[in-house]
């Protein structure tokens, strides 16, 4: 899935992530993670969002995560939101995500 | 009109707090509501803020948050709410309200003491006046990014000169300042105020600045950045004609300038024509001796070099002087003060003789 313009998802409020996706360099997927739990959870919240960009097949472009503590559940879906609506809103098989 | 637009935003309840989005125009009394809930808070109203995000108790307000073009400005929440976590929502709200309208790049400003805060909002610190005020923004590699992509046209020299213009239009004023800024330096970089809220637009203004400028040796043309006299970085320039001058606005641009944008090109001089009229450049220029000179700073000094303003029978062309003739249909004067190229364009595009054009700003 191509990234075409910037897009946002989510919220800042406790329990949930805001999720900003961006063009980016050529060839380049940036994804930076700024989280409250970094330090208990920063690993299984970057393969929670790796899986998820994966299924999506997104490949280029720039990911910024403000995250307050959210579930895998809410991190996978606020990503899935914000790609989708930066590609312009594809159709998409969601058996397969 | 906003309420329709962004309805599932407008006034839901969470608590005792009512929470919503305005604007001054759907709401008359707004307004000093506002900017007496700011200055309880030591806060100032800014001019350029248009919409908000309010929150009310007991049809008090007791917080807000509000937006003017692509910066988020006066964030205040009433001391009795601290420590809530309202300022979160607040910013989650005005970015999903920036979103909507199609703004993604945020520019976000505030007390020093609160860039903290703000950094557990979505928010990167850019450029910090000491102790007065602090610039944000909502991305982790936009500053950066645009610094690489000039460091990828750095040249070789000891000399690096450097002219900002907005070149509404662009006049001989603009081309003797770049001929006398190229003559006293290996490698010179005209940047062109990118934001668009010119008479002449940037496209047109920064095509006529490369035509302008097309046989001048060792000399780059740069597109206009939101870093640099942009309506983020120095919001009042774009009220000049109000005569509207802001100490921190033109603070935040030169330190941006001498801290990130000359040291990934190398630029060791700035140049600038001396300023007859405006008050607003005026001030600009010695502000930028300040700034780019004077203030202690991690980042090398910027040598500003004034030169004197060319003149056309004894008075120094100004862009402003050539919309005036815009306006007076005197193409005749024009052709003393702007290039074939200025003229032509305006002629084909601007001119319209049976109506008063807006000024604009130089």
Known sequence: MKIIKEAVAGTLESSDLLVKVAPGLPNRLDIHIRSEVIRQFGARIRSVIDETLGQLDVTEGDITIEDKGALDCAIRARVQTAVLRAAGNPPIDWETM | MIQDTYSEYSSFTSGDLDWAIESFGDNPKLQPEITEFLQSC????????????????????????????????????????????ITLRLISDVTNLAADMGRYQLFLYTKPDNVETFSRCGFYPLVEMSGVIALMENSPVGLSRYCQSLAQQ??????????????????????????????????????????????????DRYALVCEGLKDLPRTTVHPGSIYMISKATFPS??????????????????????????????????????????????????????????????????????????????????????????????????????????????????????????TGTG
């Open chain 2, 42 to 85: 030591d806060l100032e109203l800014d001019g350029n803020l248009a919409d908000f995000v309010t929150v009310r108790s007991a049809k008090k307000l007791v917080a807000c948050a509000g937006m003017g073009e692509n910066v988020i400005k006066c964030v205040a929440v009433s001391p009795t709410l601290r420590g809530q976590n």
């Open chain 2, 154 to 203: 750095r040249q070789p020299g000891q000399t690096i000169g450097s002219v900002v213009m907005n070149a509404n239009p662009f006049t001989f004023g603009h081309q003797y300042l770049a001929q006398q800024a190229a003559d006293n330096c290996d490698w010179l970089h005209v940047f062109v105020v990118g934001e668009n809220s010119s008479l002449i637009t940037y496209e």
């Open chain 2, 237 to 358: 320039y774009f009220l000049k004609d109000r005569g509207i001058v802001d100490q921190c606005h033109t603070a935040l641009d030169l330190i941006i300038f001498r801290e990130h944008v000359a040291p990934a090109l190398g630029i060791t001089h700035r140049f600038v024509g001396t300023e007859p009229f405006c008050p607003v450049t005026r001030k600009y220029n010695e502000d930028m001796k300040r700034w780019l000179i004077h203030e202690p700073s991690m980042a090398p000094v910027v040598t500003v070099v004034e030169l004197e303003r060319k003149a056309q029978s004894g008075t120094a062309i100004s862009a402003s002087e050539v919309r005036r003739c815009l306006r007076a249909d005197n193409f005749d004067h024009m052709a003393e003060l702007v290039p074939q190229a200025t003229i032509d364009l305006l002629r084909a595009k601007y001119f319209d003789p049976g109506a008063r054009v807006a």
